[in-house]
């Protein structure tokens, strides 16, 4: 086995409709905090918390152009290709099962989805798949529930904790703010102005903003 191949390997989820530059920035931030071997971007299929996304293809080929330039980003369809709804959970744990009991894994979430924790199907199981590295606001305390405040405290660690253990540690991740979220932008999108395009051209790699404009997708 290889340095590499004990090195924790991170996923970054959701529906990327489109991804921009607050998903990219997490990754990188958790590649270097963490020391990832790499980061599976997992777009969601049928989400279930949501409704009827972009088209797949889409989504996956603009993935593949926000992320093209660095080598340790790859796109993993797996969610795609199932049928039915998309659940983190039975994603990390085929993962799990591909990887073996020993390797790091690390689910990257960002501060909202944080919030919003316990509402996903079977939560309180993803600690016992991965290890959670959540993007942290400074004022985040303040808007936890008291259960997620308290699981967060029960489980919460530090980077090297990561290493030490396949799954079971909560680790923040210091990340300068980014101010854009897919809702945004798809709203920016749809109104179409000069003042708008401007304004949406800073929050996605210019690749993919291309790509929209090709295929006057959010339009």
Known sequence: MTPDDRRPIGLLGGSFDPIHVGHVQLARDAMLQLDLARVLFVPAGLAWQKGPPADATHRARMIELAIADEPRFALDRRELERPGPSFTVDTLRQLRQEVGAARPLVLLIGADQFERLDTWHRWEQLIELAHLGVAE???????????????????????????????????????????????????????????????????????????????????
Do not use: F
Request: glycine share 8%.
């Open 137 to 219: 606001r400074p004022d985040q305390t303040a808007g936890l529930k008291p259960q997620l405040a308290a699981w967060r405290a029960r489980h919460r660690g530090s980077a090297a904790d990561v290493a030490l253990r396949p799954a079971g540690v909560l680790v923040p991740i210091a990340m300068k703010p980014v101010e854009c979220s897919s809702t945004q932008i798809r709203a920016l999108l749809g109104a179409a102005s000069a003042g708008n395009a401007a304004s949406v051209a800073p929050l996605l790699a210019p690749t993919v903003l291309g790509y929209i404009r090709r295929h006057r997708l959010y339009s």
